[in-house]
């Protein structure tokens, strides 16, 4: 058996199958379910009322410009103080075919608003992490998100298993797919100036990621009568290398740790969020930071988003890049991605505790 084949991300492991939380809410008559309430949330600090009035805005990068003899240079700089400073910025005039985005964000719409059984159809099977279901629950007690998702390995090409792919509404699969094969494009193409920003040549990160997994993940976070005390999802900084989110309606919920406050990210129309993740703070021996962020819920209407996270692949090293580390302090170990990988799927999605981990005076 090809190396992944069959068993997709499973191999490097799996989770504890919970509740839908939309039909949770939809058939919510009293008190929402002690393991959803966050009391943590009580110490809340939110920096500003909207990014408007916190005198912070997180980046705008114009993919355009990048890739522009004219203004390359100029916005590369931009790029590179964007993750050196935010480890977040909004992509703007990046190209993707406005039909690919439509087409994804009606299907992953319809999917969600298929009845329950419809949906259980994917679900997520014991010890696999793809499917309609829920990752990184390892315990009946650990507390919950106020969200579901529906997450798939689409690159490369060994590790899709199709067979779990939604086939209702029809034209799902395809539609997916396309999306994906933009997205990883996006992120291969960001990797090429992300590479030379930190002294690299054009191609060193771009090689490096090209033959590497994409997870494509889709988050439903349904109303909630009591938003203030649930979290759509944890704080958590992604561990994969890079995130291309897109948030697929107009409401605000995404929030990323800026010096210590939640600054919630507004969204720009047809904009793309994108953040570095651990493996990137990881290989630039943290010259570029994975920032924690998290979601939050209202009690209006149902918050969606399609997160694309680009990575490493089975037989790759995750650890700091010589070139870039030179004469500086080496502060994360190397471990082999498969390694890396389970580790990830092993824990729960708190904070940074995965990069501490992999800190070499852990
Ligand atoms: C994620 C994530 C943010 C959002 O899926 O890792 O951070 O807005 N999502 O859904
Ligand atoms: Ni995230």
Redesign the pocket.
């Known amino acids: 058996m090809e190396m992944g084949e069959q068993i997709g991300l499973a191999r490097f492991g799996g989770s504890l199958k919970v509740e839908s939380v939309q039909a949770l809410a939809a058939k919510l008559s009293s008190d929402i379910p002690n393991r959803y309430i966050r009391p943590e949330r009580a110490e809340d600090i939110v920096a500003g009322d909207g990014e408007e009035n916190s005198g912070e805005r997180i980046p705008v990068i114009d993919f355009g410009r990048l890739f522009d003899s004219e203004s390359s240079v100029e916005e590369a700089a931009k790029l590179h103080s964007a993750c050196k400073g935010w480890g977040f910025f909004q992509l703007v005039n990046h190209g993707i075919p406005e039909d690919v985005i439509n087409k994804v964000k009606q299907v992953v719409e319809d999917f969600f608003k298929l009845p329950l059984e419809e949906k259980e159809k994917v679900a997520q099977l014991p010890g696999q992490t793809e499917g309609y279901g829920q990752a990184f629950i390892h315990s009946k007690e650990q507390k919950l998100d106020w969200g579901d998702r529906l997450a798939y390995a689409t690159f490369p090409p060994n590790l899709k298993q199709l067979r779990l792919w939604p086939t209702n509404p029809p034209s799902f699969r395809e539609t997916f797919d396309a999306y994906a094969i933009e997205i990883k494009r996006l992120s291969d193409e960001l990797l090429k100036m992300i590479s030379k920003n930190l002294g690299l040549g054009l191609k060193e990160l771009y090689d490096m990621f090209k033959g590497g997994i994409q997870i494509v993940?889709c988050?439903y976070?349904p109303p909630c009568p009591n938003p203030d005390k649930v979290l759509?999802?944890s704080p958590?900084s992604?561990a994969t290398g890079l995130?291309v989110?897109l948030?697929m309606n107009e409401l605000q919920?995404?929030q990323i740790n800026r010096k210590g406050k939640w600054l919630p990210v507004k969204a720009l129309p047809g904009a793309f969020v994108i953040n570095v993740g651990d493996i990137i703070e990881i290989l630039s021996n943290g010259k570029y930071k994975s920032i924690e962020?998290r979601?939050v819920v209202n009690n209006k209407k149902a918050r969606l988003?399609i997160?694309g996270f680009h990575t490493l692949n089975v037989g790759d090293v995750v650890g700091p890049i010589p070139e870039i580390v030179k004469g500086d302090k080496l502060i994360y170990k190397s471990v082999q991605f498969e390694e890396y990988f389970k580790m990830v799927y092993a824990s729960k999605v708190e904070g940074k505790s995965l990069l501490d981990r992999m800190k070499l005076d852990a």
């Open positions: 993940k988050n976070y759509g999802f958590h992604d995130t989110l948030q919920g995404l962020h979601v988003s997160a």
